[in-house]
């Protein structure tokens, strides 16, 4: 396999952060405000950070000077949760290397026991980064719906086909979970937009929802807005969708 050298040194939760940031500024704004609007230093971590919303399509980065890309915009503008999935999925898969990995994995089960090995030995990606990349393009293929719960590959689309969700089931369950504390409880989607936080721990570390349905399974981890602002627009669309069905 030739050569691939062109992957993010950061995620792209952490590229979208950037991207709004620079975003808050009408859109552009030098590398200073922008490190300066996420609490952080120029130095080279921030570089990185900056190198990887390039690769993702997110922004554009001119002689110090940083702007935000259509492909931003149309995710920060999407009318729909798939709208918004569609936008993710395409910025995960702009780095050659998550691209590459997506064309060979297509439709298949991800080999995760060992997909850190193989970054090295088959698509050249260093040892000391691999471990990055690897939880890189696993993290975003979840965060974008582009890899499921099973670790499959699905299209461009998985995940977020929510006009098709509607054709087995009338009622199908919304499970909020934590990882850490391993309780789950299950409410009906007509009460979800009421029951997002349904833990009542005091350990309470990280927000995962799983939504899983006829012809859907997707899953979220939220940790700010904007995660939650695709949860909103999801339910909104599930609840367009029963209603539908039941007229």
Known sequence: MAKIIDYPRASLRS?????????GFAGSCSQDLAAEKLGKK???????????AVKYGLIDSKNGK???CPLYRDYKLSYTAEDAMKCLQKALLSP???NAIYERFRGQKLPIEHFEKMLIREFNVPDVIASRVSRYFLEGGKHSGLLNEE??????????SYDEVIEEEENFPVTISNPIVGRQEKVETSDAHKNINSNDSDNVEDFWLNIRGPGV???IEIKDSDDLDIVHIMLKKIDKALKLKNT
């Open 15 to 23: 590229a979208l952060q950037l991207a709004e940031a620079i975003d």
């Open 42 to 52: 120029v130095s080279g971590a921030f570089a990185a950070q900056i190198g990887a």
């Open 66 to 68: 940083l702007s935000v």
């Open 96 to 98: 050659p290397l998550f």
């Open 151 to 160: 670790n499959i590959l699905g299209s461009e689309s998985a995940g977020s």
């Open 217 to 219: 399974n997707f899953s």
